[in-house]
DNA sequence: CGTCTATTTGAATGTACTCAAAAGCGGTGG
DNA sequence: CCACCGCTTTTGAGTACATTCAAATAGACG
C-alpha cells in the first residue's frame, strides 16, 4: 500500500484526467499503470520526427510539447501545444502505422507517461471502458480543432491572438513568441505589432 | 429474406462504411439498421439550427449537407461538407448535449439515415464493437481538421483550393462557389480572380 | 419571362508580409 | 560572475495579397 500511495502522487494529474471521463475501479487502474511508462524529454529535444512511427501516446505530466510541421522551404507551422494534462501524439502514425508527417518536440523539459499501440491494445482487450475514454479524447480533439478551424475562418488574428490566450492559460509566458505566431498563422513580426498596439 | 436484399440496396452505402472499419455479423447488422431511420433533407432547407440540441447523427446517402456558423456580422463560414458517405453532426452538441454552435443545412436535396443518441447508447451496450466504429470516425474526423489547420497556416488560397477539389471530387461541380470560398476562407470575389488566373 | 441571387470585373483600400537593422535576452565558457 | 555570442523580438519602410465597394453580367428558379 506504500506503493500505491507513492502512484497516487506520481500519477495523479494521469488518473485525474481520466477519471474525468471513466471511473475504472482499482483492479483496471493498477493495470493501465502497469502499462504506462515514464520519461522526460529535454528541452528542444525530438519526441516524435516526421517519417518515423509514432508509436507511443504521451500523456504529458508537466512541461510543454508541440506538434508541427515543416513545409518546402524550412517553416514551422505549429498546430497545437500540449503544456500538463494534454495527450501527445501523431494521431494518423499512432493509429495507421504510417510515418509521421507531423514533428513533436519539447518547448521545455517535460515529463510525459507513454502508453504503446501493443499496450493500449491489451488494455482495449482487458479494460474495455478505455476504448471509451479514447473515443471521448478523440471527440474533444475533433472538437478543439473544429473551433479552431472556424476561428481561422471567421476570426482576424488579433482576435484569434485573445482565444490562444484562454485555451492556454498562462503558456504565453512560458514559450517564445514566435512558436504562438506559428500556431496563429502569422509573422513573428506582425505578433509582435499586435502586442505593441494593446 | 426478400426485405434482407432491399436492405441490402438500401442500405449499401451505409453498411460499405461501417464494414470499412469493423466487422458485424448479420444479428449486429440488422439490430444496427433497426435503430437507422431515413430522412429526406429538402435542399436549403436546416437540418440543425444553432441553438437546437443536435439529437441525431446523419449519413449521408445522396446529396450534400454542410455545417457553418454564422459570426456577429451574419456572415457565414462553412467548415465542412458532407457528400455520400459522410457522416454529419455537431460533436460537440451531439455528445454533450449542449445547443449546438454550428447550423446544418442542405446543398442540394438529400437522403441521410440517422441515429439518434439513445439508440446510439443501446447500440454501443448491445454491440461493443460500434463503440470502436465510432471512435476510428472521430478519429479520422480529427486528422481531416488536423490537415486543413495545416494547409490554413502553411498554404496560399491557391493551394488550399486545390486541395479542397482533391478531398471533395467533382463537388465543385455540385456546389455554389460562394460556399466554396467560405470553406477556403477568402471571399468569392477572390475565388473567382483565382480561377480566372488559370 | 421576369426576378432574385450568384458571379465576374475593375478600382481603391487595408491587412499582413518581407526585408533590414537595432535592441533585448539567455545561455555558455572563460 | 561577467562578457560574449547567437537567437528572439522590436521597429520601420516598402510591398503584395486579399478585401471592400460598386456595377455589370450571367444563371437559377418559379
Keep these: 500500500m506504500l506503493l500505491h500511495i507513492a502512484e497516487l502522487t ?3 494529474r494521469l488518473l485525474h484526467n481520466i477519471a474525468y471521463h471513466i471511473k475504472p475501479d482499482q483492479q483496471e487502474t493498477d493495470y493501465f499503470l502497469s502499462l ?3 520519461k522526460t524529454i529535454k528541452k528542444n529535444s525530438v519526441f516524435l520526427n516526421s517519417g518515423e512511427i509514432c508509436r507511443s501516446i504521451a500523456f504529458v505530466n508537466t512541461g510543454c510539447l508541440r506538434i508541427f510541421n515543416r513545409d518546402e522551404d524550412g517553416r514551422e ?3 497545437s501545444f500540449f503544456p500538463e494534462d494534454w495527450w501527445a501524439m501523431d494521431v494518423a502514425s499512432f493509429y495507421s502505422k504510417k510515418p509521421a508527417f507531423y ?3 519539447a518547448l521545455e523539459d517535460t515529463e510525459v ?3 504503446s499501440y501493443p499496450d493500449m491494445e491489451k488494455l482495449f482487450n482487458h479494460v474495455p471502458k478505455f476504448e471509451r475514454f479514447f473515443r471521448i479524447l478523440a471527440q474533444n480533439g475533433f472538437v478543439l480543432y473544429q473551433e479552431r478551424i472556424t476561428s481561422s475562418l471567421a476570426l482576424p488574428a488579433e482576435e484569434r491572438y485573445e482565444l490562444f490566450k484562454k485555451r492556454y492559460p498562462k503558456l504565453e509566458q512560458r514559450i517564445a513568441q514566435k512558436h504562438i505566431a506559428s500556431y496563429l498563422g502569422i509573422t513573428p513580426v506582425f505578433l509582435s505589432m499586435l502586442r505593441r498596439k494593446r
Excluded: A, E
Aim: aromatic share 14%.
Design 36 to 38: 504506462v511508462q515514464q
Design 10 to 12: 506520481m500519477y495523479k
Design 113 to 115: 507517461f507513454l502508453l
Design 77 to 79: 507551422h505549429n498546430v
Design 103 to 105: 514533428c513533436i518536440d
